[in-house]
């Protein structure tokens, strides 16, 4: 009689181990900035050829603004709040209106089940989409811009704090379009979030606002790209008020990092469900 080696039996303890020992490991889990980076890129692949048409419209449309309000307001700091108010409805039109309609489209379509097979971390496709859109947003905003002070005879000296209204501002406007779209239990509702959100920067960050009665004062300070507004205005000055202006865009960070908290939670309820 031959002896075999129990590890070779079919039915050996070790042999029963060694498949389990040996099981297939899962990969690693997906670090945050390199989903980031991919959401990213195929989010501004996917919006370039859709979104331009759009963004055309939202230049247009601030420019307009700006040429009715040539012969309303009067020089000075409601020229400022004018030009300050157009340029970032630009980015309020991309991030918000917009951002509030694909989530909303989005959800009701079932893509929301699309990106939740995908290995990467909730926040990194609600960060990708919200920057992508916002990206859109910087050419029509340099442009009214510098429209607006050359029409207003406002000073182009100061126009670079632009580079950090832009991402600030569509940071906090981006993240609270995302969370009325996912929020929003039907698409058309999004839509209708979305332009009333529109809308509000419009009225509220147009409009000078030694103009507006108190209760609609308080109702513009709650309003996220109030403080990326006032925050540019105040470079129009003779003498800006550095402190003032990195204050307001502290509001705008500050705003922009709880905005896409909110997000990155209703995506994550929205797709379990």
Known sequence: MSVVPADVLPGGALAVEEPAACAAELGPRARLWPSLAAVYRAQLSRARVARIPLLFVATFQSVGIMVLMRGVVDDGAEAQAVVAGSSVLVVAFVALNLLAQYFGQLRASGGLDHYATLPVPPAAVVLGAAGAYASFTVPGT?????????????????????????PLAGAALAGLGAALGLLAPRPELATLLGQLGMSAALLLGVLPADRMPEAVRFARDLLPSTYGVEAFARTFGPRPDWAFVLGDLAVCGVVGVVSLGVATWAYRRAAVR
Not at 142 to 164: D, R, S
């Open 142 to 166: 340099v442009v009214t811009a510098v429209f607006g002070c050359v029409l207003f005879g406002l000073p182009l000296a100061h126009l670079w704090v632009l580079v950090a209204v832009i």
